[in-house]
């Protein structure tokens, strides 16, 4: 019906039946055209960097992908968008994914309808949450909104060395209780350190914590990618 240059699309995931599928299923979807494949972090750069997709679909939860994939798509790429599509994940993963540059998100149980109205919407530069993705969100109080509202920079920050260490331990996935029995505390104290930390970030909620602990380094993503998988 139009004439107008494809969309083009990578499709990056370990396993090859995920990729046929979601290639044979492209074809379905006017103005998609997939360019590529990959099957591991390395093969997705080198592809990103040869032919520079504007969409990558992509599992960084498969073998040989890790978060880390999202920010190479963005740094070699910056348009490029990214669509994720795992088949589990938990609040801590979703934070990540949207910290590090995806821009649309669903899960595998998808049905097909669903997943070729979420490469239709990122082509086209919009962004597409799955129902199961938005229970999720709003369950973990995530504000999409927001997630670059913080400071790229803790300079304005100054959390003490106990402050750091409840949020390090928050930030993988530790109760309140299991952080007072790591170091030793009362829950009561822990509780404390963890309204002040809050107040200093200028945050509500543990998401926008994590978010705050890993765009300053203070954990690494990997460390908690798979914790508390749902």
Known sequence: MSTSTPHTLAIADSS??????????????????????????????????????????????????????????????????????????SGHTLVNALRAGVDSYIKKDCDLGEVEDAI?????????????????????????????????????????????????LIAEGMTNTQVAEKLFLSAHTVTTHRKNIMSKLGVNNTAAMVMYAVKTGLVSPNKFLFQGEV
């Open 16 to 89: 090859a039946l995920f990729r046929l599928g979601v290639r044979n299923m492209v074809r379905q979807v006017p103005g998609i055209e997939v360019i590529g494949e990959a099957a591991s972090g390395e093969d997705l750069t080198g592809l990103v960097q040869s032919f520079g997709p504007d969409v990558v679909v992509v599992d960084f939860l498969s073998d040989g992908f890790d978060i880390d994939v999202v920010r190479m798509v963005k740094s070699v790429k910056p348009s490029t968008r990214v669509l994720a599509i795992t088949a589990q994940q």
């Open 120 to 168: 239709r919407e990122t082509a086209r530069g919009g962004t597409f949450f799955c129902g199961q993705i938005l229970d999720r969100i709003r369950q973990e109080s995530i504000d999409v909104d927001d997630l670059e509202s913080l400071p790229l920079s803790c300079d304005p920050i100054h959390l003490s060395a106990r402050e750091t260490e409840v949020l390090e």
